[in-house]
């Protein structure tokens, strides 16, 4: 199983970026897949999740200015981050728990600056 994530840069507070996460080895339609996010000095924590089904849910400090989505055809899901604040500076990883194991797609920087 392989995650092939990338898309991250440096933009200005109020920019966009999408992120993209590419899923090889894996029957990617039958499992949820998940965005994390680390800043420096701080835990990696969930910034949403997206389900088979393609319902979404996303932890409260990017609600609404967030969006995932998928395409189970192309294997492929993705992070549009809008309106971005520096505080949403972190390396960002997509996540899939299969077979009963953890998988990680490297991590992919975005850096906001004011």
């Known amino acids: 199983v392989q995650l092939q994530a990338s898309g991250g840069g440096a933009v200005q507070a109020g920019g966009s970026l999408r992120l993209s996460c590419a899923a090889s080895?894996?029957?990617?339609?039958?499992?949820?897949t998940a965005w994390y996010r680390q800043a420096p000095g701080k835990e990696r924590e969930l910034v949403a999740n997206?389900?088979?089904?393609?319902?979404?849910d996303y932890t409260e400090a990017v609600r609404g200015r967030f969006t995932t989505s998928r395409d189970n055809a192309r294997r492929t899901v993705w992070l549009h981050l809008n309106t971005l604040k520096p505080e949403d500076t972190a390396t960002y990883y997509c996540?899939?728990?299969?077979?009963?194991?953890?998988?990680w797609g490297r991590g992919t920087l975005v850096t906001v600056s004011s």
């Open positions: 996540h899939v728990r299969a077979y009963a194991r953890d998988f």
């Open positions: 080895g894996i029957n990617f339609k039958i499992y949820s």
């Open positions: 997206i389900n088979p089904d393609g319902s979404a």
